[in-house]
């Protein structure tokens, strides 16, 4: 069996392999390595944003990162890795949208610690806004994670959403005024938020 | 909340510049884009220092928003996902290796299959190549001098496979023997020549092979004689007559129509 599989070596290994074949399939685990490593936490995080489930951004992420594999040999700029993944992962999404469809409305994710904080009014109020993020209907929530976590500008969320870039303004707009609006309802808030 | 499409048109068109944006027209965009470089952002915020104000707030808050987004990623989350490719690359060498060897059970089946096919079938494509090739190759065999003699009963014994018989004998029979003929049974039989022994052969009528009606080498001579059931074909060394032995055989065969 072994002397038909010329391919089936480790990745450490495939390097030392001359055959065209195998060079060409070090390349394509190099670059994978390389967008799983840089591209992982922003997708995770996006993932997070798009299910609030942290088990189910994690699924989402490998089910995304599992098609990216398959597909890689399509992905010709590199620049356009991110956006190219995020799409990915949003009909992934939907996907698993048509496969079961549950209440989005209730959750709970408390659980969440950040770790990274360094006080404990940080993670508070870190935790308080994640809620109302949570909160935001999805439509408003997806916008904004794309542009303050993405850091993408209004006209690139508008063609990877797939609408006009007023809906995509409007949208932002309505989003940050709505966690404004909570913000102003919960006064004892103001003190972490602005100072 | 009560988002559509046709509430979107009370949008101020950010990439249309108005000369002047009123309040209203600057906090909607500021905040859809609170880092937006826009001229008339500009403009707006350099003419009112609230606005300036406006902006500078919701980029802090951009600030907390984005911390909050920046949830903590599972640690382990890069190395499951390059050992779920590695498996899933796996899986795919793992039916590719499958489909070698199903190739290589394939091949090895086929090559079974010509090697049955070239041992048992017709390398020679006319009668009288393969009657030659089947005199030398049993040239050691039978010698003239041979005293064993085989009966005419015996003879037509074996004849009646053919469904034919002999009415008298043909000469000293050597040797009356069922054998493969290129595949198909045959009866060969080795008679006394003047110098050497003379081979018949009785064959069934196939197609594969070519009848030829007189072949000869340097060394011997052969004709063959289509009957309707079968084909009986002569080879003996050169000092034979062919045409004596064929007038015999003419002479005693009879056919039974069975």
């Known amino acids: 069996m072994k002397k038909f599989g010329n391919k089936k070596t480790p990745p450490q290994v495939l390097n030392t392999e001359p055959s065209k074949n195998s060079s060409s399939m070090a390349t394509k685990q190099v670059r994978y390595e390389a967008l799983v490593k840089a591209l992982h936490g922003d997708l995770y995080r996006y993932a997070y944003w798009l299910t609030h489930e942290k088990q189910v951004a994690e699924d989402l992420v490998q089910e995304t990162f599992l098609r990216a594999w398959r597909a890689l040999d399509s992905l010709k700029d590199e620049k356009a890795a991110k956006s190219w993944l995020i799409t990915i992962l949003r009909r992934e999404n939907a996907r698993r949208f048509e496969r079961k469809r549950f209440d989005m409305s209730e959750y709970e994710e408390a659980s969440i610690m950040d770790t990274k904080s ?5 993670v ?49 707009f309505r989003a940050r ?17 602005h100072e | 909340m009560n988002d559509n499409h046709t509430s979107d048109s009370d949008m101020p068109k950010v990439d249309n510049p108005t000369k002047k944006m009123d309040d209203l027209q600057y906090r909607r965009s500021i905040y859809a884009d609170p880092t ?3 001229d008339d952002i500009i ?3 350099n003419a009112d220092p609230a606005k300036k104000q406006l902006a500078h707030e919701l980029c802090l808050f951009d600030e907390k928003l984005k911390q909050a987004m920046n949830v ?6 890069y190395n499951k996902l390059l050992l779920r490719q590695t498996l899933a690359s796996h899986q795919q060498e793992k039916r590719k290796s499958r489909v070698h060897l199903a190739l290589a059970a394939s091949v ?31 040239e050691n065999e039978f010698y003239n001098d041979d005293n064993n003699r085989v009966s005419l009963t015996s003879l037509n014994k074996k004849m ?13 029979l050597i040797s009356a023997d069922y054998c493969r003929f290129d595949g198909m049974k045959s009866l060969h039989l080795v008679f006394k020549g003047l110098t050497d022994t003379v081979a018949i052969f009785v064959v069934p009528k196939e197609e594969h092979l070519a009848f030829t009606k007189k072949f000869s080498d340097n060394k011997l001579q052969g004709e063959s004689l289509g009957f309707k059931q079968a084909n009986i074909i002569i080879v003996a060394d050169k000092n034979e007559s062919l045409a004596l032995w064929q007038r015999n055989i003419n002479e005693k065969i009879s056919w039974s129509n069975k």
Do not use: C
């Not at chain 1, 360094?118 to 940080?122: D, G, M, R």
């Not at chain 2, 496979?161 to 000469?171: D, K, P, Q, V």
């Open chain 1, 118 to 122: 360094t006080t404990t009014e940080q």
């Open chain 1, 124 to 172: 508070i109020e870190n935790q308080w806004l994640r809620d109302k993020i949570a909160q935001l209907p999805p439509e408003y929530s997806e916008p904004l994670v794309l542009q303050v976590l993405g850091g993408y500008s209004g006209e690139d969320i508008a063609n990877m959403l797939n609408l006009n870039k007023n809906t995509v303004m409007t949208r932002l």
């Open chain 1, 177 to 193: 005024n709505q966690l404004k609006d909570a913000l102003e309802k919960e006064p004892e808030k103001m003190r972490f938020l």
């Open chain 2, 36 to 38: 937006s470089q826009d």
């Open chain 2, 43 to 45: 403009a707006a915020q």
């Open chain 2, 72 to 77: 903590p990623v599972p640690e382990d989350l």
């Open chain 2, 108 to 138: 090895a089946i086929i090559a079974g299959l010509v090697v049955n096919y070239l041992q048992f079938s017709n390398s020679y494509t006319n009668l009288g190549d393969y009657a030659l090739a089947h005199v030398y190759h049993e």
């Open chain 2, 160 to 172: 009646t496979t053919f469904n034919a018989s002999f009415s008298g004998s043909l000469g000293e």
